[in-house]
Every structure is written in structure tokens, then in C-alpha cells.
């Protein structure tokens, strides 16, 4: 299954990336799954999307919880609660 992965504010800093292309490998069915899968990456993608902090999620341009499914093609968005224009 494949996403778009967005990237906002503070969370792009940290990351220094505003999108990607991923390619979900087995057993990533859901957001929290996904933030999990990701943390794993380096220390400042752990950092970045550590379990307590603060941290919205958007699933294909709509507010979603770590419950939320994943579908090919979805558009997955992390960012801060409080984001500047």
C-alpha cells in the first residue's frame, strides 16, 4: 500500500521534509501503526513522533486518531495542535 505522507510546522523542521511517498510495509493498517513505523527511523523521526507528545493527525485532509485505517493512495498529515498561516 502506498501514501503521501505531510509534514507541518515544527514537525517539518525537525524532519526537514514537507512530503513523501511511502510505501507501507506489512502489518501498517492504521495511523498509530503508521507513527509507530516512522519513529523507527532515526532518532529525530522518534523525536519528532514521540508517543507523548503533542501531535495532531490528519487522515486524506480530515482530523483522525491513531485508530484511524490506512487505505492505498490515503494522505497521511502530522503536525502541531497550533499551527501558524
Do not use: C, Y
Not at 510546522?9 to 507513527?35: D, F, K, N, Y
Not at 507523548?52 to 502530522?78: H, I, P, T, W, Y
Amino acid at each position: 500500500m502506498k501514501i503521501q505522507l505531510r509534514f507541518f510546522a515544527s514537525v517539518r523542521e525537525a524532519l526537514g521534509a514537507s512530503a513523501e511517498t511511502l510505501e507501507l510495509p506489512e502489518g501498517i493498517a492504521t495511523v498509530g501503526q503508521l507513527r509507530a513505523h516512522l519513529r523507527e527511523r532515526s532518532d529525530a523521526w522518534s523525536e519528532a513522533l514521540a508517543p507523548g507528545r503533542s501531535l495532531r493527525m490528519a487522515k486524506n485532509q480530515a482530523m483522525a486518531g491513531e485508530e484511524a485505517l490506512l487505505a492505498d493512495g490515503d494522505e497521511v498529515a502530522f503536525f502541531p495542535p497550533v499551527t501558524g498561516g
